[in-house]
């Protein structure tokens, strides 16, 4: 048996990521425009965040990864999201610093998403890690729901110490990110006018974001890696829906609200 890939080098951090879809009443990139343009500034704004971005996902996502046996890859249409709000935070208590701005966020939702969850972790649960330098001009993201039986405990320990590795090791990577999310509490993220329906069987359990050189790497991956990781994701995994990604805007990097928001 050869030995497990090394992990590459992390920075723990304290994030959250808000899945969102946009409403239907409406066309849906008049949704994303509000949403990188009026509510952008609502968040921006708000004290005591090291990053703010934004993660559009492609509106064509029924699922990148390669069909695994026992694994859900293919990403169930009402369930398909539409973006994701990525905020890191710069402490354990700016959060709660930032409560006046929440609110204004809060109020905003409702004129551009239908639904809208939370997946927070922990202080440290969010890893960067250092796997290359470049430019990154294709992202993908992976969600992830744990297996029943999986308790939390070796599911973290599935994705630190065997996905990410194994990612890692057989891709050439631009960036790599993990978020595993504790438990599901829809009280943390009570929008009015906004649904925030998980039920349990829907309900996901980590991220990880891939960053590549261009989009020729990415398709590489699909056509190439994911499929040598099936006998790893079979393990530990009752979903795995990978999206492809039109853009990532940051809005605030390093502490600072930038004039105009980084691709």
């Given at each position: 048996?050869?030995?497990?890939?090394?992990?590459?080098?992390?920075?723990?951090?304290f994030?959250?990521?808000?899945?969102?879809?946009?409403?239907?009443?409406?066309?849906?990139?008049?949704?994303?425009?509000?949403?990188?343009?009026?509510?952008?500034?609502?968040?921006?704004?708000?004290?005591?965040?090291?990053?703010?971005?934004?993660?559009?996902?492609?509106?064509?996502?029924?699922?990148?990864?390669?069909?695994?046996?026992?694994?859900?890859?293919?990403?169930?249409?009402?369930?398909?999201?539409?973006?994701?709000?990525?905020?890191?935070?710069?402490?354990?208590?700016?959060?709660?610093?930032?409560?006046?701005?929440?609110?204004?966020?809060?109020?905003?939702?409702?004129?551009?998403?239908r639904?809208?969850?939370?997946?927070?972790?922990?202080?440290?649960?969010?890893?960067?890690?250092?796997?290359?330098?470049g430019?990154?001009?294709?992202?993908?993201?992976?969600?992830?729901?744990?297996?029943?039986?999986?308790?939390?405990?070796?599911?973290?320990?599935?994705?630190?110490e065997?996905?990410t590795?194994?990612?890692?090791?057989?891709?050439?990577?631009?960036?790599?990110?993990?978020?595993?999310?504790?438990?599901?509490?829809?009280?943390?993220?009570?929008?009015?006018?906004?649904?925030?329906?998980?039920?349990?069987?829907?309900?996901?359990?980590?991220?990880?974001?891939?960053?590549?050189?261009?989009?020729?790497a990415?398709a590489?991956?699909?056509?190439?890696?994911?499929?040598?990781?099936?006998?790893?994701?079979?393990?530990?995994?009752a979903?795995?829906?990978?999206?492809?990604?039109?853009?990532?805007?940051?809005?605030?990097?390093?502490?600072?609200?930038?004039?105009?928001?980084?691709?």
């Amino acid at each position: 048996m050869s030995a497990p890939a090394p992990t590459p080098p992390f920075e723990k951090h304290f994030s959250s990521s808000v899945l969102l879809w946009m409403r239907t009443d409406r066309p849906r990139q008049a949704g994303m425009d509000h949403w990188k343009g009026p509510h952008s500034g609502i968040i921006a704004a708000t004290p005591g965040l090291t990053e703010y971005r934004q993660v559009h996902l492609a509106e064509d996502n029924p699922g990148r990864w390669t069909a695994v046996d026992g694994v859900e890859t293919t990403i169930p249409a009402d369930r398909r999201v539409d973006g994701v709000a990525e905020v890191t935070f710069a402490s354990v208590l700016a959060p709660v610093k930032g409560r006046a701005q929440t609110q204004l966020a809060f109020a905003d939702e409702v004129n551009v998403f239908r639904r809208t969850l939370l997946h927070a972790g922990p202080p440290g649960s969010s890893r960067w890690y250092d796997v290359g330098d470049g430019e990154v001009r294709a992202r993908t993201v992976l969600y992830l729901r744990r297996a029943p039986g999986i308790r939390r405990g070796a599911f973290r320990s599935f994705v630190n110490e065997q996905l990410t590795p194994a990612l890692a090791a057989g891709t050439d990577l631009r960036e790599l990110r993990t978020q595993v999310f504790l438990p599901w509490n829809e009280r943390t993220w009570d929008t009015p006018g906004v649904a925030h329906d998980n039920p349990e069987g829907d309900r996901l359990h980590a991220s990880v974001i891939l960053g590549f050189a261009d989009h020729a790497a990415r398709a590489d991956f699909y056509d190439s890696v994911a499929p040598a990781l099936a006998p790893l994701v079979s393990t530990h995994l009752a979903a795995l829906h990978a999206y492809d990604v039109d853009a990532t805007l940051t809005f605030v990097h390093d502490g600072r609200v930038l004039e105009t928001p980084r691709s």
